[in-house]
């Protein structure tokens, strides 16, 4: 698409005194987005010769100009809260044109019991929902929230502060970026299934001929992303603003004003690059004295503030975009498309055709990738992972193995592959994926828009199951490496609770994507997943030359009785057929026939299984 051209947006309003929430003033109109207007549009820019009816409002103070941004310090949007934070309950996307109203209402009722937190009960009331998707909506907003803290193990426990849970709602109104137009019909009309056989929507492109017809190339960016959800930030952040801002006394601007705890809650939404705090960034709090709190800022002061630095971010953006077009791409770029960060990502792989190339610490902020890879094997430890969180993209008929202690892990577009990932102390994704084997050891799991797939899980809370699903198969955790039982403790998931085979179901329609659920569609109950038949129940060998020694030396999640049994069965099995073997009295010539038939034999069924026999048969 056309990179988004930034502008600087200057603000001079006058707001009624004393009102209880004023609404704080609109940014002037931009380019079209994904998502309509939310509330009643903006007034536009006032001309340079007013009409003689027209009042003149009274100038708000303006604040320093907001330094050009730069590759070490761009305000960026929190990618956390707008990719695991949205959740597809249609009573927690307002209607347009009443979304702040409606907040502010919420506001005044969830705030009357004091003292500024939210439990579950009470938000379920405020929202007229049930009480399991309350839990489920404080627990995902704990999931995404910064810092390490997410809240007790407990379904149903949580309680989260006011300002937070205003954020989490607001952004339920997200739309995400749609991909970019084809410009050939015969790409348009290779998708999977192009009408959906289970429930007559526009399905996405199956990862199979998503490779097949380069489809990839019209898939939004990590670049176009985030400049999208900059935008409606942009867009919104006076409505954001004026749902946590505090009326006091004073005429104009000086009526609603922020305090430094309300402006540093905006660090849900909205990041420095290299980790810079929201308040100590701030010209108008920074360098606060810890023991004496800093004196509230008029909002209208820290509206103009954000609104420049998103318009430098974006300027920053579109100029790297344009510098990518031209090939003259700058090495300290941090903004990788996914279709290059392979390149960029150092792999160790058992496959002689893997690929090996160094880190450019330049292009991460905090996110890696494994994208691409075909009948490939790819381990990745700690040392090889930038930042907290994990991206396993359009990857096929392979085997790649995370054993790193994360916070967040997208698998997307994959099929025919198997994917381990160790620890996961935030939330697991895995959508648009087909016949893929995730065993995956986290507190959460989201699951959307996923055919024939098997998920062995070791889970604290309930897998959360969405969208446009067949033919899924949950199993408890079936794994270890040495380290496991560290990494489960440095991200806090707890071996002792597994909730595997409780998922939570929510609708098929997606509120947040316009494109493959259209407006207008009633929604229905998404397909649950069936559990594994025990008889089908094996133990996922990790190879042992992957990682060094450690503590761990069985699985750390109890296995269910029903899953012991048949373990216990087929050991006993093998067992016998182990013995038989050593009891034959064979000479030399024999052992090696009977050798090389075995082996043959093994060969035979991992290509019958469709697994990666590159990586068993190096090792025998």
């Not at 379920?124 to 929230?145: C, K, M, R, W």
């Not at 407990?154 to 991909?179: H, N, T």
Request: hydrophobic residues 40%; negative net charge.
């Amino acid at each position: 698409g056309e990179p988004i051209v930034p502008f600087t947006v200057s603000l001079h309003l006058s707001l009624p005194p004393r009102s209880p929430h004023p609404p704080l003033p609109r940014s002037p109109p931009r380019a079209a987005m994904a998502d309509e207007p939310l509330d009643a549009s903006p007034a536009p820019a006032a001309p340079a010769a007013a009409s003689d009816s027209a009042p003149s409002p009274v100038p708000a103070p303006t604040p320093a100009p907001a330094p050009a941004a730069t590759a070490s310090l761009v305000l960026r949007p929190r990618r956390e809260s707008f990719e695991h934070g949205l959740l597809p309950i249609p009573k927690l996307v307002f209607p347009e044109g009443t979304l702040t109203q409606t907040l502010a209402q919420l506001r005044a009722k969830l705030a009357a019991p004091g003292p500024g937190r939210v439990g579950a009960a009470a938000l379920a009331e405020a929202l007229q929902i049930p009480a399991d998707q309350a839990a489920l909506a404080l627990g995902t907003l704990a999931a995404v929230l910064p810092g390490d803290d997410d809240g007790p193990a407990a379904d149903g426990a949580w309680e989260a502060d006011l300002r937070d849970v205003l954020l989490f709602l607001y952004i339920q109104s997200y739309k995400r970026l749609v991909p970019r137009a084809h410009k050939d019909s015969p790409s348009v009309a290779d998708v999977w299934p192009s009408t959906s056989a289970f429930d007559g929507y526009l399905s996405a492109l199956s990862p199979i001929q998503l490779v097949r017809s380069n489809s990839r190339r019209f898939m939004p960016s990590q670049a176009d992303e985030e400049a999208h959800q900059l935008s409606y930030l942009q867009k919104h952040m006076a409505n954001v603003l004026t749902l946590l801002a505090d009326s006091v006394d004073g005429e104009g601007d000086e009526s609603m004003v922020l305090t430094m705890e309300t402006f540093e809650h905006l660090g849900f939404l909205l990041q420095f690059s290299e980790g810079t705090p929201l308040s100590q960034a701030a010209p108008f709090f920074a360098n606060s004295d810890p023991d004496m709190p800093a004196a509230p800022v008029p909002a209208t002061q820290v509206h103009d503030w954000i609104l420049q630095n998103i318009a430098s971010s974006l300027e920053y953006t579109a100029e790297k975009a344009i510098t990518k077009e031209n090939n003259q791409r700058s090495v300290s770029d941090p903004d990788v498309a996914m279709a290059d960060a392979v390149t960029n990502t150092r792999i160790q792989s058992s496959s002689s055709t893997g690929a090996s190339v160094q880190n450019n610490p330049g292009y991460y902020r905090n996110t890696s990738f494994v994208e691409g890879i075909s009948k490939t094997s790819v381990v990745k430890h700690g040392s090889d992972i930038k930042g907290h969180s994990i991206k396993v993209l359009n990857c096929h008929d392979s085997v790649i193995y995370i054993l790193a202690p994360l916070k967040y892990a997208t698998v997307y577009g994959c099929s025919d592959t198997t994917v381990v990932l160790g620890a996961i102390g935030k939330v697991v994704k895995v959508e648009h994926c087909e016949r893929v084997q995730i065993v995956a050891a986290s507190k959460r799991i989201c699951i959307a828009n996923c055919r024939e797939c098997i998920f062995y899980l070791g889970v604290n809370h309930q897998p959360l199951i969405v969208g446009d699903n067949h033919k899924l198969q949950v199993a408890p955790f079936n794994t270890y490496y040495p380290q496991l039982g560290e990494h489960l403790a440095q991200v806090g998931v707890d071996p002792n609770v597994n909730k595997w085979d409780q998922p939570f179901v929510l609708g098929v329609v997606d509120p947040h994507d316009s494109l493959s659920h259209p407006a207008g569609v009633s929604d229905v109950q998404a397909e649950s997943a069936t559990c594994l038949d025990p008889d089908l129940f094996t133990d996922f060998l990790i190879p042992s030359w992957f990682e060094a020694e450690g503590p761990t030396k069985y699985n750390p999640f109890t296995l269910p009785e029903v899953y012991w049994a048949s373990q216990r069965k087929k050991n006993a099995s093998l067992e016998d057929i182990q013995k038989n073997i050593r009891e034959l009295e064979l000479d030399d010539n024999r052992k090696k026939e009977l050798a090389c038939a075995l082996h043959a034999q093994f060969k035979d069924w991992l290509y019958a299984f469709d697994l990666t026999p590159s990586l068993f048969l190096e090792s025998m």
